[in-house]
């Protein structure tokens, strides 16, 4: 797994995680990609606590496809903080 600063940023925390293994898409995930998922997901908690905004709220988003907003087809997630965010836009 990857991670650094997006480079359109969409909150002034923007982080994208990725894994090593190529998946395009969460359409792809099989159950042997469990542990990897896994790592991910405990990265982004570290992450979290580290830059102290774990308390504050941070949000994580996946796409899944064109109509979803999906640009690059490999599986990523974006942890986005530091700004009020909406729902279910914005």
Not at 11 to 27: C, D, E, G, M, Y
Not at 40 to 49: C, D, G, M, Q, R
Request: glycine share 6%; net charge positive.
């Amino acid at each position: 797994m990857i991670a650094f600063k997006d480079i359109n940023p969409q909150a002034p925390f923007h982080v994208l995680f990725i894994p090593k293994k190529h998946i395009s898409s969460f359409n792809e995930i099989e159950v042997r990609d469990a542990f990897i998922l896994e790592n991910i997901f405990l990265a982004i908690k570290k992450t979290v606590f580290k830059f102290n905004i774990a308390e504050s709220g941070y949000r994580i988003v996946g796409n899944c496809n064109k109509s979803a907003g999906q640009e690059v087809f490999h599986l990523h997630f974006h942890v986005m903080a530091g700004r009020k965010f909406l729902w279910p836009a914005g």
